[in-house]
């Protein structure tokens, strides 16, 4: 794994870290809170974190890749493996006692909500210029 695709990693499980964090304080203020609802938050952080490593690393291979269709195969393949992934985990979430997969469901969005706000807190990702 490259140092750009480790370096968003972290960013991305900090920003898993931090909203799981906010979702679990207004998961405690409205309903009942347990340690289902903090495993189900660390189990589907942890699921969404293997899914962007795993995504990075596939798109870092097919930057390598010569041939076009061969890098389109690759990119499919990963994408339907990290799917079946997701669907597998949450189905473990729902049939594993103490695990609340509501809140790992809820988990699994932390890294495109962090990719949604990354741009306010980094500004070498903000559109430079006007319509650009």
């Known amino acids: 794994m490259n140092q750009v695709v480790k370096k968003e ?3 991305i499980a900090a920003g898993t870290v ?3 964090a906010v979702v679990q304080i207004v998961w405690a203020m409205f309903f009942n809170y347990d340690t289902s609802v903090f495993l189900g938050g660390l189990w589907g952080g942890a699921v969404a974190i293997v899914n962007f490593i795993l995504m990075g ?3 870092q291979k097919m930057a390598n890749e010569t041939d076009q269709m061969s890098a ?3 990119m499919q393949a990963s994408y ?3 799917m079946m992934l997701i669907i597998f985990t949450t189905v473990l979430a729902v049939i594993i006692p103490g695990v609340n997969w509501i809140m790992a469901a809820i988990s699994l969005f932390f890294p495109r909500l962090t990719i949604l706000v990354m ?3 980094r500004p ?3 559109k430079k210029g006007g319509n650009g």
């Open 9 to 11: 990693a972290g960013y």
């Open 18 to 20: 931090v909203l799981s």
């Open 57 to 59: 690393i596939a798109v």
């Open 72 to 74: 389109k195969r690759r």
């Open 124 to 126: 070498d990702l903000r």
């Open 119 to 121: 741009p306010l807190f």
């Open 80 to 82: 339907q493996f990290r």
